[in-house]
């Protein structure tokens, strides 16, 4: 209250040269509504410039539109008349703010001044007379107006609707209590870019925002987003407020060093994004980058206005609206001569048609100008198209209309007068936002639903569009090739890129890794090498090889692994079969040469080998040779009980082998388990092979000479006299003399002798030996 109070008399008598009357829109009404508009855009070194802004000029007719179709509806506010105080925001915020006073200065009448009184007694009251209090204010555009705007006329509690402001700090209703909008706030744009992003595959982007809260605030919820999904901004350019070309060129050559960087994303305001582009054309960059842009850009035609060439296959946001019926025509049939309401048509008119009206014509001059002709007209002939924020303006229009209508239901009831009851013209303006214009819900002439959230926020519904060049065409246009709605929708099908590509191109710092390959961080997070795994590890993360472990392996695509099949000697594998066979052959060999040695037991050099020991030795080899299918055979208890007796004779020999062993199966009993090869391990069948060759060489290094006497020269199986005998001596001894022995021969006659012969001191030689044994004698000695 001591505020409004200190204001109110500082607003009854204004500083001088406050241009409280520059220009307004004024129209008379029981209820005024307020309106900014940046009808101008702002000026290089003038508060505000002299170029008109064509899209503040329709939102401005829209709202006027608006308010002509509620004054013409009985159904709505029935016996009140709705008026405007439009005033021009020139795209600064400052300015603005200046302007913002003309409304707190109207509704002043909302003021209790029962406790105010003037030196002459009288009740206070405004400067200037308005028709009627300012309820509530239709605007700005621009974010940074609607900042500054919000927080004066939220200190005398007027509601404001925007229809074009979308900065995620708006939506605090601790700063702006009283704020609304017919849009949604940045933070839902936001995300459709990132999405947009990640839809063509890009993972390296630079970005280029606008100083103020609308570039500010979006970019940075579109960082944040940005890095939690893995894509990394290569630079982060912001424009200055007043950036010249030098600071543009600039942009562009810091944009042109992130040479991998092709993408770039722009969240800046329209004025801005056209001068990027006029900045890339100068440095011949026009085919350099691939541009995406929010709705600062969104489908502006007069933003690419001579810079098709740069802007094409540029991928822009823009707010879901579509047309208001009737407003088309409405444009269509306004002219210089028939809108005396809007004092700035007439400039809108000269700088859309590229002419002059008449009655500007200086009447002295030396210069020939293209006076306008009377039979203009507006028409999509001369490039004129329904802007995309009027379905919004003309929303927040209704949206007033609605709420005073259900506040005047309430508090006017039984007002029998025509315009508005006292009740209702000292309503507070904060109770009436809360109470009723948050609470206003409602379908628009273009048959969209209009509401507002806790906060105050529109729906965010978005048109993603494509600037493309027209197919046999020598012209462009904007395509809409999705929509978003919490989700992307995009075909991908239909995006077109500069050159008249069709396929996305790459904005990667470093392409993707193969599979089974990892990520070694080099520098920006999205630039790495790519690093391969090990062939027994998996891709544990895309930084991190990890082993899969034993009994697993990865599966090919490296991204898990699985449980190896158990493995077991197979009796179909030639790994089995070799050994196998050559088993097979070693006991057949050895079976062969048990059965010569028992034919052929009593035989001298059978005897002489020892028979017990043969026996025994070919026992052993024989079992080695079947020790190789207990080694090939799928592992059992009993398997690996035979394995460990694999060689039982050496059991027998040795007890103190037994008896380890016995404590050995104690400790630890046999059993099957699963056994997991390691990359340098030993085969099984190497070891089948080893054991059969050991067994091959004792067979054949021991008996291979005995089976050659035996089966192929048995006459020389038989025992030869040797210096050293016992019946050599014998002989040597005395007179020639005969002993009988045995035949070596299984089944000869024990009654053979050998005769012998004496012989002198010297040993005897093979030919007196056998001259001696062919002799005939009468004595004969078996030799044994």
Request: aromatic residues 10%.
């Amino acid at each position: 209250m001591i505020v409004q109070q200190l204001l109110f008399s500082l607003l009854l008598y204004p500083a001088g040269g406050t241009p409280l009357d520059l220009g307004p829109v004024s129209v008379p009404g029981d209820i005024i509504l307020g309106g900014l508009f940046p009808v101008h855009k702002k000026g290089d070194r003038t508060t505000c410039g002299q170029q008109i802004y064509h899209r503040g000029v329709q939102r401005l007719e829209a709202m006027m539109f608006a308010i002509d179709r509620i004054n013409s509806n009985p159904h709505i506010l029935p016996n009140i008349t709705l008026g405007v105080h439009i005033l021009d925001t020139c795209s600064r915020d400052t300015y603005a703010l200046n302007q913002s006073l003309q409304f707190v200065r109207a509704s002043v009448n909302n003021i209790d001044t029962s406790s105010l009184e003037c030196v002459d007694h009288s009740i206070p009251r405004p400067r200037n007379n308005y028709s009627g209090p300012v309820f509530g204010v239709v605007g700005g555009s621009y974010s940074s107006v609607s900042l500054q705007v919000a927080n004066l006329l939220g200190l005398f509690h007027i509601p404001q609707i925007s229809p074009a402001s979308t900065a995620k700090a708006l939506s605090d209703k601790s700063r702006f209590e009283y704020f609304a909008r017919t849009v949604p706030p940045d933070t839902f744009q936001s995300s459709a870019l990132v999405d947009i992003v990640k839809s063509v595959n890009w993972s390296y982007v630079s970005t280029v925002y606008s100083e103020g809260s609308y570039g500010e605030y979006g970019i940075e919820v579109f960082h944040r987003e940005a890095q939690e999904r893995n894509v990394c901004i290569a630079t982060a350019e912001k424009v200055p407020s007043t950036a010249d070309d030098h600071a543009f060129d600039s942009i562009i050559i810091k944009l042109k060093k992130k040479t991998n960087a092709k993408g770039v994303v722009l969240f800046t305001r329209a004025e801005d994004a056209r001068r990027i582009l006029q900045a890339a054309k100068r440095l011949n960059a026009s085919h350099t980058f691939y541009w995406v842009a929010s709705d600062g850009w969104g489908k502006q035609q007069k933003l690419v206005e001579g810079l098709e060439d740069v802007a094409e296959g540029a991928i822009t946001v823009e707010l879901q609206s579509d047309n208001i019926p009737g407003f088309d025509e409405y444009m269509m049939s306004l002219t210089p001569d028939t809108n005396h309401r809007n004092p700035w048509f007439e400039q809108y008119w000269e700088d859309t048609f590229d002419c002059i009206l008449e009655k500007n014509v200086p009447l002295e001059t030396y210069t020939n100008f293209n006076v306008c002709k009377p039979e203009l007209r507006l028409s999509p002939k001369i490039g004129y198209e329904q802007e995309s924020k009027v379905q919004f303006v003309v929303d927040a229009v209704y949206a007033f209309a609605l709420a005073l209508h259900n506040l005047y239901s309430d508090v006017c009831k039984n007002y029998r007068k025509s315009g508005v009851c006292p009740a209702m013209t000292q309503y507070d303006g904060g109770d009436f936002y809360k109470k009723y214009l948050l609470n206003v819900s409602f379908t628009d002439l273009a048959g969209s639903p209009v509401k507002f959230d806790h906060r105050g926020d529109g729906l965010a519904r978005y048109d993603i569009l494509n600037y493309q060049r027209l197919i046999n065409a020598s012209g462009y246009h904007y395509r809409v090739v999705g929509k978003w709605f919490n989700s992307l929708e995009l075909n991908l099908d239909h995006l077109v890129w500069n050159n008249n590509q069709t396929v996305p191109p790459t904005s990667a710092c470093s392409l993707p890794c193969d599979p089974g390959m990892i990520k070694k961080q080099q520098g920006d997070t999205c630039c790495w090498i790519c690093d391969k795994c090990e062939e027994y590890e998996y891709v544990f993360n895309e930084f991190t090889c990890k082993d899969c472990g034993p009994g697993y392996w990865p599966y090919e695509d490296k991204l898990s692994c699985y449980a190896l099949e158990l493995q077991y000697m197979r009796w179909d594998s030639p790994y089995a079969l070799v050994p196998a066979a050559f088993s097979c052959l070693g006991i057949l060999v050895t079976l062969m040469i048990i059965a010569l040695f028992v034919k052929h037991n009593d035989t001298p050099l059978v005897r002489a080998s020892g028979r017990e020991l043969s026996y025994m030795l070919l026992f052993g080899i024989l079992l080695c040779y079947l020790n190789t299918f207990a080694l090939l055979a799928r592992p059992t208890t009993e398997t690996c009980i035979t394995q460990r007796f694999g060689v039982i004779i050496t059991c027998t020999l040795i007890a103190v082998q037994i008896l380890l062993t016995l404590v050995w199966m104690i400790v630890e009993p046999p059993g099957t388990r699963f056994h997991y090869p390691h990359r340098n391990q030993t085969q099984i069948t190497t070891l089948c092979v080893a054991t059969s060759m050991n067994a091959t060489v004792a067979l054949v290094c021991l008996y291979s000479p005995k089976v050659y006497i035996i089966v192929l020269h048995p006459d020389k199986n038989v025992r030869k006299l040797t210096m050293n005998s016992a019946a050599y001596k014998k002989y040597n001894s005395g007179p020639t003399s005969t002993y009988t022995a045995s035949s070596t021969h299984k089944g000869g006659d024990p009654s053979e002798t050998i005769p012998m012969q004496s012989v002198g001191p010297n040993t005897p030689s093979r030919s007196s030996c056998a001259a001696a044994a062919a002799e005939p004698a009468s004595d004969s000695v078996a030799l044994l």
